[in-house]
């Protein structure tokens, strides 16, 4: 035995001290401060996000914008094989915009500047393209059956239809909110463009726009994106 030194231990080389066993401190738990848990934010799944803003009157139409009220003239299939003009009327509770920002600012623009003797004709659109809608019940009372078609549809899986979420009261010009709505591709119309404008300062409402772009993915031939 050296000097200060301990016993080797059974397999140790002569010398070597033995090694001492070692013990960590078991970690102590961590204090979470409830003041701080609360103040997190919550998962973004969770956050409800508003996709609409309110519509302003005076300003051109936006594709993907909602009307109310719109109604559409159309001269009546029994009138054409005859000598009479009678015009039916049809009624559309809500309607989207469909025709591009481009050419409903240019047209806006147009028909709106005074100091014009003369409207320039490849400056403005004839009539607007909208797309019917109605509301989500009324879609799916009149969807064909099948065992998963809805669900497509109200996850926006399916490429004939699309459902809007509802506008909320602070996002709607007429202040009252407007339920969720479907809409069928196959359902679209015109409606010239100066009847439009007329309609929508008079009858009908320019209700809410929406901020948000969608990639659109119907059969029909419609712009590639729109407002959601």
């Not at 002569?14 to 001492?20: F, L, V």
């Not at 078991?26 to 803003?53: D, E, G, H, L, W």
């Amino acid at each position: 035995m050296s000097a200060g030194g301990t016993p080797p231990g059974p397999g140790s080389p002569a010398g070597a001290p033995d090694k001492q066993p070692t013990t960590s401190a078991a970690a102590a738990p961590t204090k979470v401060n409830p003041a701080s848990v609360q103040s997190q934010p919550a998962p973004a799944s969770r956050i409800a996000v508003n996709i609409y803003t309110a519509s302003t009157a005076g300003t051109p139409l936006r594709q993907g914008e909602i009307l109310t009220g719109i109604y559409q003239h159309r001269r009546s299939l029994v009138s054409l094989k005859s000598q009479t003009h009678e015009l039916e009327e049809i009624q559309h509770p809500y309607a989207v915009v469909m025709s591009p920002d481009c050419d409903l600012e240019q047209d806006f623009a147009e028909r709106m500047d005074s100091s014009k003797k003369e409207e320039q004709p490849d400056k403005l659109i004839p009539s607007v393209l909208l797309l019917e809608a109605i509301t989500v019940n009324e879609l799916r009372a009149t969807t064909p059956a099948g065992k998963d078609i809805w669900k497509r549809i109200r996850q926006n899986k399916d490429e004939r239809y699309h459902v809007l979420e509802a506008v909320p009261i602070k996002s709607d010009a007429d202040g009252k909110g407007l339920p969720s709505l479907g809409i069928d591709f196959k359902r679209y119309f015109t409606v010239p463009t100066d009847e439009l404008q007329v309609q929508c300062g008079t009858s009908a409402k320019r209700r809410c726009q929406m901020k948000v772009l969608m990639r659109n993915t119907s059969t029909v031939d419609l712009p590639t994106f729109y407002r959601v």
